[in-house]
């Protein structure tokens, strides 16, 4: 086994604090797609098991799940725009939509301060993602 590398960035998802449990495995599951094909890289090699048999490739560094208020989604989608951090965003008017041009649709017609997001995920600077996510806590 080798040792585990250290990274330079942070991988976070936030989910708002009030979502049923679906909506929040949804919400992360639509969130990291976003995060995975935003750069060149960010995903590893496929995995093989002992028998040969091929799976496919995930994210090369953890992920961490965060949950958080309404107002500091709001404040860390702000922060993130500001410090020039690419992030993906979720608005509660995604659950009602069924593709991604529907999905689309439904955010570019919200101003960005109306945006009712229930989720963010991002990856950046760890010293920088830790100060955009200030006051949101473990996904409990």
């Known amino acids: ?19 049923l449990p679906w909506q929040e495995l949804n919400v992360t599951a639509f ?8 750069e060149p890289g960010l995903v590893g090699e496929p995995y093989r098991d002992a028998d040969g048999t091929e ?8 992920v961490l799940v965060l949950s958080a208020g309404a107002d500091v989604l709001a404040a860390a989608r702000e922060k993130a725009i500001g410090r020039g951090i690419p992030l ?7 659950f009602s939509t069924g593709h991604d041009a529907a999905n689309r649709a439904a955010v570019a017609a919200v101003a960005s301060a109306d945006l009712d997001l229930v989720g963010i995920g991002l990856r950046g600077p760890k010293n920088v993602v830790d100060r955009v996510l200030k006051g949101a806590r473990m996904h409990d």
């Open 1 to 19: 086994m080798t040792d585990a590398p250290v990274f330079d960035t942070k991988v976070a998802v936030v989910l708002r604090d009030d979502l």
């Open 31 to 38: 969130l990291l797609s976003g995060i995975a094909t935003s």
């Open 55 to 62: 799976y496919l490739p995930m994210l090369r560094q953890p």
């Open 88 to 94: 993906a965003v979720y608005t509660r008017e995604l």
